[in-house]
């Protein structure tokens, strides 16, 4: 592994660890070939081509600040960090091997039992159904995204009590009891943000310690705590459909509507007035400022019933630009009921507003 890649790692340390009231927790470990960190919940460990006799600690701040500004450089380790630099200037970091005892141990090692193998197609997937998750709630079940590993593969679903989605992430199969995991949304959100090609996922699911690591890319671990809590019984919340019910209709042709519809619509409802007809779909505003939207999308069925119903404009346009396809099926089952929009990976559904 290159410097240069050791810079990015530092980096992205860095912004993990942001300012900690615990002191200990600013400072990055570096142990034989691998570094890590840690914020009490989640931990994430890279390997480096750095040697040490003993493990040490290195403010991140400060290692960051320097590394970041050097292009050409090599380390070395003895009782300090030493970076010599190409015109052969060195600058001397001082190590801590005292309070290594105070650091919290982290699991990086504990979870052994496999779970699925991610792709860049499940990568994807999970990517794509993050946004319906929660970000303004202390409720863990909302702030998680649920994965259920069953007979016909691994499901990832997330939903914030308005909106949910749900789609296929692996192919890896439940051969006896099917297993369920509640997985923080911060620790999915760092998983992405690393852009990984691949992710061998496993877990330590013991009453004592049940968590997750994520091994990405073989260069990298991540492992996190799990939620106790139990996920929805949101199976009951999608709607059974049939095919012959839906609403084929062009999904870039749909969201340059709701863009439209979106930008004279009112905080926090975003609402819009929806006539979905044999021909098309009328989308309506009137804003309380006296500013007016007036709009159409085409669709394709067989369905002849017209119903007249609102959503929400944000969170239907959110769930369009997370859909993979370039079409997608729409299902409207009563003025009163969710709406179903699907593609080939996801299956996303909207509550409506009353009108």
Known sequence: MDNKQLVKDVKFCKSFIKKSSLTILNNIVFDKNVMYCTNNEIAIEFQTNLHSEKPFLIQAETIEKILSKQKDFEIEINRKMEIVLKNNSTINIDIDYDNLEDYPEIPLSKPTQFFCLLDEKGIANLKNIVYSAATDTI?????????HKTKDGVLAVTTDGRRLSETMIADDFCEDKEIELLVPLDAINLLLRLKPKSVVVKIEDKDESRTCL?????????VTRLYDDRF???????????????RVIDCQEFIEVMEQALTVTSAPAHKSIWSVSEDNIAVNVDNPDGIGFSGQVKNETSVKETINLAHNTHHILETLKNMTGDKVRVYFTGAMAPVKICDDNITAVIMPISV
Request: glycine share 0%.
């Open 139 to 147: 409720k863990p079940v909302f702030n998680s995204i649920y994965l």
């Open 214 to 222: 994520f091994e990405i890319d073989k260069r990298i671990r991540l």
């Open 232 to 246: 929805p019984q949101y199976k009951y919340v999608i709607p059974i459909t049939k095919e012959s019910d839906s």
